[in-house]
C-alpha cells in the first residue's frame, strides 16, 4: 500500500511539476493578450484643418501615460479606418485600392494588428518591446576637445509605437519596383493621417524611418513580400 501511494504522489508531483513549466507566467501572459475593441469615432473631434496645420509639428519627448480607448480608437480609425463601408473605402487612399497597409500597434501590453473593417486591435505578442524596434542614435561627434558632458537619460517610451507595413501581395497587378513605389506613397499618405490627428487633438507624434527593421521583422514574422516604411512614436505631452 505504501508503495502504490508513494507511486501515485511521485506521479502527481511530475504532473503538477510539467504543468508550472506549461502554465509558466509568460505562456500565460500571451494566452490572456485579448483583442481590443476600440470605440465608434468621434468625428465631431479636433482642431479646424488649417488650424491643425498651423500648430502641426514633430515631437521629440512624449508622456508615458498610456493613451485613452477613446484616443488610441480615433487616431487608428483617422490613420486608415474605413469610412465607407459600403465601398469598402478607408480614410487613406491607396493605390488600386489594395489596403496594403497593415498597422501594427507596439503597446505597454504587447503588439497588436489594427483590423480597420471590424475597428479592433488584434493580438499578435504579448509583452512590451517598444524599446526594443527603435534604433538607438548614434553619439555626435564633438566640435571640439572639452569636457565630458554629464549623460543623458534614456528617452522615455511613448504610450504607442505604431509600425507602417506595405503587403506587396495585395496589389494585383505591377513589378516588385512598381509595388515598392506604391507602398511607399500609401505608407506616406496614411503617416499625414496620423500627423493630421495627432495635430488637431492635441496628441503628439513624429514620423520616423529610422527603426530595427530587422528585430521588427523577427517579431511580427513578416513575409518577404511586406516591407516595412515608416514608423510613429505617439503620446501625450511630456
Not at 25 to 42: D, G, I, R, S, Y
Not at 195 to 214: E, I, Q, V
Request: with cysteine; hydrophobic share 45%.
Amino acid at each position: 500500500m505504501k508503495k502504490k501511494i508513494f507511486k501515485y504522489g511521485l506521479s502527481g508531483w511530475l504532473i503538477a511539476a510539467a504543468l508550472m513549466l506549461v502554465f509558466s507566467p509568460a505562456w500565460l501572459a500571451a494566452a490572456e493578450l485579448q483583442a481590443v475593441k476600440l470605440t465608434p469615432p468621434n468625428l465631431k473631434r479636433g482642431l479646424p484643418f488649417m488650424e491643425a496645420l498651423a500648430v502641426k509639428a514633430s515631437a521629440r519627448e512624449f508622456s508615458e501615460k498610456e493613451l485613452s480607448l477613446p484616443d488610441l480608437s480615433d487616431l487608428l480609425w483617422a490613420a486608415d479606418g474605413i469610412n465607407r463601408p459600403a465601398e469598402n473605402k478607408s480614410t487613406a487612399s491607396s493605390a488600386m485600392n489594395a489596403h496594403d497597409i497593415r498597422i501594427y500597434v507596439f503597446m505597454k501590453d504587447g503588439a497588436f494588428l489594427y483590423d480597420a473593417p471590424k475597428h479592433e486591435l488584434l493580438p499578435l505578442l504579448a509583452g512590451d518591446y517598444r524599446s526594443q524596434i527603435m534604433m538607438a542614435r548614434p553619439p555626435r561627434p564633438a566640435a571640439a576637445p572639452a569636457a565630458a558632458a554629464p549623460a543623458s537619460p534614456p528617452p522615455s517610451n511613448p504610450a504607442v509605437q505604431i509600425i507602417l507595413v506595405s503587403d506587396g501581395e495585395r496589389f494585383t497587378r505591377g513589378d516588385p519596383e512598381r509595388k515598392f513605389e506604391w507602398g511607399a506613397l500609401d505608407a506616406g499618405i496614411v503617416s499625414q493621417n496620423i500627423s493630421l490627428f495627432c495635430a488637431a487633438t492635441g496628441l503628439k507624434t513624429r514620423p520616423k524611418a529610422s527603426m530595427d527593421k530587422a528585430k521588427i521583422r523577427e517579431l511580427l514574422k513578416l513575409a518577404d513580400t511586406q516591407t516595412i516604411f515608416l514608423n510613429h512614436p505617439v503620446g501625450y505631452a511630456k
